[in-house]
């Protein structure tokens, strides 16, 4: 049973340049969540999904950011016009169907670098 | 050796001897904690879990207390090994309000051979 996925592993954007990042739930799971992290800090929660379904968008910037988890396929966390700010290691993590108490599968995570 | 909790975010201990990482979490109505080891470089892995039910739980080697009166979490590695050398986490969850963790802000644990 593979784990959870994420690619690129690396990405190097251009400030200005759109960032997408790609995460692949564990098989079974249909849940997802997004947490950006920043040089050593922990975790910040960002998105919440379900299939087709935003959950909790608490914790994610009101511009330029946006995520989706379609029917078929991963879910996409989409910055757009990258700033230097944006740079952090950003961590998927996925959960069985059922909605919080369980514990959450993390992937390798994807580290934007914004130049 | 023993951390005074988020106020000292690094901790160092001889190869074989016990260590204790502290964290004081941030919401009474926090009902499910977890413990993550993160190596440089990946992804958070989970350790072990509790449920507020429950004031202690125990894994291969390692031991999670929680007290609810102080809102204070604890994990106990025994016989502390190289490979144990990382940065744990704690998060804490409110289970009916869906999946979103709160982490702490890490302890960075190092074992000297």
């Known amino acids: 049973n593979a784990g959870v996925m994420q690619n690129p592993r690396h990405l190097v954007r251009r400030r200005g340049q759109e960032a997408r990042l790609r995460c692949s739930p564990m098989?079974?799971?249909?849940?997802v969540y997004w947490y950006r992290q920043l040089p050593e800090e922990g975790l910040k929660f960002m998105v919440y999904?379900?299939?087709?379904?935003?959950?909790?968008e608490s914790g994610m910037p009101k511009e330029r950011f946006s995520a989706e988890f379609p029917k078929e396929g991963p879910s996409i966390l989409r910055i757009q016009q990258v700033v230097r700010g944006d740079s952090a290691a950003y961590f998927c993590?996925?959960?069985?169907?059922?909605?919080?108490?369980?514990?959450?599968?993390f992937g390798p995570g994807t580290r934007l670098t914004v130049t | 050796g023993e951390s005074v909790g988020l106020h000292l975010p690094t901790l160092s201990v001889q190869e074989g001897d016990n260590s204790i990482i502290n964290c004081a979490y941030s919401?009474?109505?926090?009902?499910?904690f977890i413990w993550y080891k993160q190596e440089s470089g990946k992804g958070p892995q989970f350790i072990i879990d509790?449920?507020?039910?429950?004031d202690k739980r125990q894994g291969q080697r390692v031991t999670v207390l929680l007290n609810k009166t102080v809102k204070h979490l604890s994990l106990q590695i025994a016989a502390t090994q190289p490979g144990d050398s990382a940065v744990y986490f704690c998060?804490?969850?409110?289970?009916?309000?869906?999946?979103?963790?709160?982490f702490g802000q890490g302890t960075e644990l190092s074992v000297k051979p």
């Open positions: 993590a996925s959960s069985p169907p059922r909605t919080g108490g369980d514990e959450q599968y």
């Open positions: 098989k079974g799971h249909s849940h």
């Open positions: 999904l379900q299939k087709e379904n935003i959950i909790d």
């Open positions: 919401n009474s109505a926090s009902d499910y």
């Open positions: 509790i449920r507020s039910n429950m």
């Open positions: 998060a804490e969850n409110i289970v009916d309000q869906g999946g979103k963790l709160i």
